[in-house]
């Protein structure tokens, strides 16, 4: 089912539903929770790490305190060692809107993860890209047995354009993405193409904070000196000690993998907070630069962020 102005007008006594987005230690949690209070709201989490268990300080997940004043949901969803994606991330955020709209609660979504922000705003739909379970496992059982060059170099002369924006290292995005292609005998830009026919479920309206870069580089290392306090090493260990395969998608979050060094004696542990610090301004460019090739984005000056200029 999809949602007009007027439904949402009806439901909640706005036009759309408001995303605040932005690079990590912008304030979004801040903002949101101000917005939910502010219009009956409780706040949808767009992020894709917030979704595991267990990783609370890493994933900078709304404290106890912030949860105690409005309600969070789509955080703690799975185990770390469970897959996840974008196709999971949108069935549980539709059907949690449906359920607050029928109940006329505003949803507020809050969150950095690029593509999940994206596949929500454009109405990205994988009904209609089934992948084929039994061509993704004998690719699996083929780079088992030779690796992945053979399986690349497929990928490659199937769809050369889509091949250029996956490094061949990255070995579980090009399986998938191969199997994908020989299901539906597509390249990967006709496939997201088709995702978009049908448009947003939902009428949205994104909000991304913006800091000077030198503002914005502080606040993370603030932010990096706050969660070492709050224990994230601890975290990190723990995760460390679980043992899930390499490519488990839990152990690629940043916050985590940074301190693994030091549980091998690698590393000393300023160094690896010094690693965390950089690996994060690194991870929040890439964020504003997903961001700005958004359309229809409105830009907030994290500084001087007026309520009454956040219209939905």
């Known amino acids: 089912m999809k949602y007009d102005e007027n439904d949402i007008l009806k439901a909640t006594g706005h036009k759309s539903i408001p995303v605040i987005c932005g690079p990590t230690a912008s304030g979004k949690t801040s903002l949101s929770i101000s917005l939910a209070e502010k219009y009956n709201g409780q706040i949808c989490c767009c992020d894709s790490m917030q979704i595991y268990t267990h990783l609370s300080v890493g994933t900078a997940k709304p404290t106890i305190e912030e949860q105690k004043r409005v309600p969070h949901h789509l955080i703690d969803l799975v185990e770390p060692s469970e897959p996840f994606n974008v196709a999971s991330y949108l069935d549980v955020a539709y059907a949690k809107i449906d359920e607050l709209l029928k109940a006329g609660i505003l949803p507020v979504f809050c969150g950095g993860t690029g593509q999940y922000v994206s596949a929500l705003y454009k109405g990205i739909s994988f009904d209609d890209a089934p992948i084929d379970r039994s061509i993704e496992d004998s690719l699996y059982e083929e780079y088992e047995k030779n690796g992945i060059d053979g399986i690349y170099e497929r990928l490659v002369s199937l769809d050369p354009k889509g091949a250029e924006n996956i ?146």
Request: overall charge negative; some cysteine; aromatic content about 12%.
């Open 167 to 312: 490094h061949p290292n990255n070995t579980k995005r090009v399986i998938h993405t191969l199997a994908l292609v020989e299901s539906l005998h597509k390249t990967t830009k006709e496939i997201h193409e088709e995702s978009l026919k049908n448009g947003a479920r939902y009428p949205f309206t994104l909000f991304c904070i913006d800091w000077p870069r030198d503002v914005l580089y502080e606040r993370i290392n603030l932010r990096v000196d706050q969660m070492i306090q709050e224990g994230i090493v601890d975290e990190a260990k723990w995760l460390y000690d679980q043992n899930y395969p390499e490519d488990t998608t839990a152990l690629q979050a940043i916050g985590y993998k940074e301190f693994f060094p030091y549980f091998e004696d690698r590393a000393s542990l300023s160094d690896c907070v010094e690693k965390l610090k950089q690996h994060t301004r690194n991870y929040a460019k890439r964020q504003l630069t997903w961001f700005r090739h958004l359309d229809g984005i409105n830009w907030l000056d994290g500084a001087n962020i007026q309520m009454e200029n956040i219209i939905f």
